[in-house]
């Protein structure tokens, strides 16, 4: 057979695909001392194993079958898959809203490549239709690739990029923005645009998905089409997460830009609204609030848009033991700004106070927030806290880390000056730092004990 059948196989697999004459995108039955497998034989990755054959079983998921195991093997058909969506013009509806979404790449936004197995950025905005036909229900779409890359990709500059074209829609009269974004940094950007997109008229969703599109289990298609209705229909006009609520398919939960966070490498529902409550649940018909105070939709074109940004900004988390060169190394490197991520809360042990007492006479602005996550920073209590103030540093109330790096950059890309900077830091935009957590805005389950496992019973599906 021709080369062209066997791509990327090699060694044992290769012998053994050719000894059977089965062909990369051939249907196979397999049989191995584990039982017989069937499915489609996969292009295999050039930068792995010569032991393995990859086939797609009925079930849409890759599994890898070890050569060792396998005693025969017979081609059943033969069709090789396209696995590129094309592009489709979205239709227009009379009297449904009209969304932008744009896209900048992400989990949302992908497809698997069987040159490297990886998962790369590949589907344009314009195929996310291609493959959920659905949203044409919901909304009018018009899309606009901005980036392609995964969201560790994402920084400051594609942050302000974000806001100016945002601002840019709404001055046309959009209905509601979606943006696809990949789920790592997604909190990171929903916290920067709540500060660079503000008093918008219409709603704002980032969303993504934990499991790419070409997985039976992705919850791409039911974000995007949660998503979708916030944007055209929901009444919040907020910058808001957009993703699975419980692990199963039943809802999404809106959460404000603020006060979200990824709290999961790989369920489906990851992100959790910290210190308070979700803002709403949402499905693909209807958008129900949960908390009453959000800031509701406008029928005007109004926005304040502020690209601001300082990249001169980090976060320094604390470890016992830490010693002043770790703060140091930061200042020497020009940093204007820091975020310590202190325990408790809000302390760092005393070999880092000659550090932050250079930091203070070289001007750099030192902020505390807490590696509980939940709670407040409270400097008063203990002697540590009351001599970190001392030297400068400035609790942050219950400001999550991520959102306070990305609010000192975006404070300090518009002023340097010290009791400027502190003003804005501790003025709030929109409940990045609140009054109080809610009685319910602190839930943290411990599975195995008697009362968590007959909830869990009771809740679980």
Known sequence: MNADFFQGYKGEALELLKKYNVRVWGQAEIDTTRGQFKGTVLPRSENDDNKHIVVKVITGYNIGVDV?????????????????IPEKEFPTTPNLPNVKLFGTGGTIASRLDYRTGAVIPAFSPGELY???????????????????????????????ALAKAIGKEIEKGIDGIVIGHGTDTLHHTAAALTFMV?????????????????????????????????????????????????TSDDYGLLHKGTRVRKMHSSYRSTFRTIGDTPLAMVNR??????????????????????????????????????????????IDSGYKGIIIIGTGLGHVNKELYP??????????????????????????????????????????????????W?????????????????EMMLTPINDEITEREPYNGYIVLQGGVPEVEEFIKKVRK
């Open 198 to 246: 503000q008093n918008s008229p219409v709603p704002i969703v980032l969303v993504g998905s934990q499991r790419s599109s070409d997985r039976p289990s992705s919850d791409a298609a039911l974000n995007l089409m949660h998503a979708m209705n916030a944007a055209g229909n929901g009444d919040i006009a907020e910058v808001m997460i957009c993703m699975f609520g419980p």
């Open 406 to 422: 990305v609010k000192l950059g975006w404070v300090m890309g518009q002023t340097t000056d010290p009791e400027k900077v502190k």
């Open 355 to 404: 550090a932050i007492e250079r930091a203070k006479e070289k001007g750099v602005m030192l902020f505390m927030t807490l590696q509980t996550l939940w709670g407040y920073v409270n400097m008063f209590v203990y002697d540590t806290g009351r001599d970190l103030m001392a030297k400068g540093i400035i609790p942050l109330g219950n400001m999550l880390p991520e959102v306070a």
């Open 130 to 160: 291609g493959a959920v036909p659905e949203l044409a229900d919901i909304c009018n779409l018009n899309t606009e690739k901005v980036f392609a890359v995964f969201s560790e990709n994402m920084g400051p500059s594609q942050y302000m």
């Open 285 to 330: 018909y209807s958008v129900t609030p949960i908390k009453k105070d959000y800031k509701p939709r406008r029928k005007d074109k109004n926005v304040q848009i502020l690209p601001f940004f300082e990249t001169k900004v980090a976060m320094l988390y604390y470890w016992p033991g830490i010693q002043p060169d770790a703060l140091d190394s930061l």
């Open 68 to 84: 060792s195991t396998i005693t025969k093997m017979k081609e059943t058909g033969y069709k090789k898959a396209n696995y590129a």
